[in-house]
Nanobody, 114 residues
Framework: QLRLVESGGGLVQPGGSLRLSCSAS????????MGWYRQAPGKQRELVAV???????TYGDSVKGRFTISRDNAKNTVYLQMNSLKPDDTSVYYC????????WGQGTQVTVSS
């Protein structure tokens, strides 16, 4: 079983920045895909960014140029640097390993508001 622990959410003003972290522990053999999804009230969960073990990353259209995903394979940790935050970025952010049929964190709230 894999356990994902997220941290770094909170309240930030528009234009501000936050950094999310997610560490994996438990039955780890070799994690390939790590990423972040988000879900706002009344909306479907959407891709924010994913990164494979080699470092290749894919971003959702709404965050391209503002968010950067990275990972530390030795620590089984994935990060999400979020800059130029907008009110529309307000959501619960979920860490994910190995795709939508894989493992999920408990979620961390990000609120962008003045």
């Amino acid at each position: 079983q894999l356990r994902l622990v997220e941290s770094g959410g909170g309240l930030v003003q528009p234009g501000g920045s936050l950094r999310l972290s997610c560490s994996a522990s438990g039955s780890i053999f070799s994690i390939n895909t790590m990423g972040w999804y988000r879900q706002a009230p009344g909306k479907q969960r959407e891709l924010v960014a994913v990164i494979v073990r080699s470092g290749f990353a894919t971003y959702g259209d709404s965050v391209k140029g503002r968010f950067t995903i990275s990972r530390d394979n030795a620590k089984n940790t994935v990060y999400l640097q979020m800059n130029s935050l907008k009110p529309d970025d307000t959501s619960v952010y979920y860490c994910n390993v190995d795709g939508t049929t894989g493992f999920w964190g408990q979620g961390t709230q990000v609120t962008v508001s003045s």
